[in-house]
């Protein structure tokens, strides 16, 4: 278990850091893709479709108080929390621990509070409803150390909900590129969790039903990656998609999110969505 530290906060561009020695780190996340992404996200079905995953989650599983003190970390360039903040009854704190995401953050949601810092120290104790993590733990070798961090900043009962990519043999380049340490199995995150203090309420995959399409545009760049066919510089370009290519993508994502709304635990899937409650140790 990691020894948390008491931070002592520096301001830089106007930013409290906690972690200001990794503000411009690049291990875990390239620190160049936060501008193709800011450019990309709200133009494509995947980014738009989880969004409302996650928030139908935080409204369903997060009704108490009425304004809940809710928490990102790895908020990136403020994508999922302007869903939230769209929501109109959270109290928000946005936590990054590249200062390069969170400019894009700021000006995106100028009310918004942010922070630098450490996920794996959250500088919080018993302080928030829920805390989120967006496609985040994968990019983090200590992945439970940032849920012992995020076990203690939860209140009581408090909540953390997860998104993350699944299925190891969905693996490609497009993992190396993005510096992905792991892609999750159903079984491996609910044991994480469990053994560090959380009671999983909730849990099922997405992108469900585009599953068969992607696992055919994994295995394609695998074996492009075979014979030595270099990966393009933004695997984020093929995130720019055609408008009617996006919105054929976009209805097939529909019906996932149709069963996830139902009640539907999907078995399989691109991605995995878990809702998980601090328990008292």
Not at 110 to 131: C, D, G, K, M, W
Not at 215 to 224: I, K, T, W
């Amino acid at each position: 278990m990691p020894t948390h530290k008491t931070a002592v906060p520096q301001q830089i561009d106007g930013v409290t850091c906690f972690a200001p020695e990794l503000a411009h780190a690049a291990e875990d996340y390239p620190p160049e893709a936060f501008a193709r992404l800011a450019q990309l996200e709200a133009g494509n079905f995947w980014f738009r479709s989880r969004n409302r995953i996650i928030a139908r989650a935080f409204r369903r599983y997060l009704r108490a108080p009425a304004r809940p003190k809710v928490l990102e970390i790895g908020c990136g360039t403020g994508f999922v929390l302007s869903a939230l903040h769209a929501e109109k009854r959270f109290e928000l704190v946005g936590a990054e621990q590249h200062l390069s995401g969170l400019m894009f953050a700021k000006r995106r949601l100028p009310e918004v509070q942010f922070v630098q810092l450490n996920a794996r120290q959250l500088p919080y104790r018993s302080e928030y409803h829920a805390i989120g993590a967006f496609d985040v733990l994968e990019h983090i070798e200590e992945d439970e150390e940032v849920m012992v961090s995020v076990h203690a900043a939860l209140l009581p009962g408090g909540l953390f909900i997860v998104t993350v990519p699944q299925h190891h043999w969905l693996w490609s380049p497009a993992d190396d590129h993005a510096r992905h340490k792991r892609r999750y199995s159903r079984t491996e995150l609910t044991a994480k969790l469990q053994r560090n203090g959380f009671r999983i309420r909730s849990c099922s995959s997405f992108v469900f039903t585009l599953l068969p399409l992607m696992y055919l545009s994994r295995a394609l760049r695998r074996r492009n990656a075979r014979r030595q066919r270099p990966v393009s510089s933004g695997d984020y370009d093929e995130l720019a998609l055609p408008r009617i290519v996006d919105a054929s993508m976009g209805a097939l994502m529909a019906v996932d999110e149709l069963l996830i709304a139902a009640g539907i635990s999907l078995p399989v899937g691109g991605s995995l969505l878990m809702i998980a409650e601090r328990m008292d140790r």
